[in-house]
């Protein structure tokens, strides 16, 4: 498992949102902005601007450890072609399968007619639900 969320250049990194958590969240779920608060984003939140909740490094933060409720998180504003590492949903994962957004902040397969988001990146095979997994973020679209 890598140590950091954001897989790409230092150099080139995104735009984050430093805002309260509403719970005890671990980096690496899909996040949105609620009542000035990062929230888990679940499938009903698909149209809202989804975020990867980072880890604060810049304060010793890993990528195992959740931040309390309450706490300052950090979160990326992804753009497509970015990699990151985020929470799946346990499944059996294809090379490049298409994801959505699903419970607990967790990416998914994605199904027909549903917003895919990202692309698994990560080895094919099982994965374990709330695992890190390579992602990279899609211009996003409708599966058909």
Avoid: C, H, W
């Amino acid at each position: 498992m890598a140590n950091v969320i954001y897989r790409g250049p230092i150099k080139d990194e995104p735009e984050t949102v430093n805002l309260p958590v509403a719970g005890a969240y671990l980096p690496g779920i899909m996040v949105k902005v609620a009542s000035g608060d990062l929230t888990v984003a679940v499938a009903a939140d698909i149209e809202d601007d989804l975020m990867i909740l980072s880890n604060a490094r810049f304060m010793g933060q890993d990528v195992a450890t959740a931040y309390t409720s309450g706490d300052t998180g950090v979160a990326y504003k992804p753009r497509p072609g970015e990699v990151y590492q985020a929470r799946l949903a346990g499944a059996t994962y294809a090379a490049n399968a298409p994801l959505t957004v699903g419970a607990s902040g967790y990416l998914e397969a994605a199904a027909t007619g549903e917003r895919v988001i990202a692309f698994f990146k990560g080895t094919a095979g099982a994965i374990t639900a709330g695992t890190l997994n390579d992602v990279q973020i899609a211009n996003s679209f409708n599966l058909a």
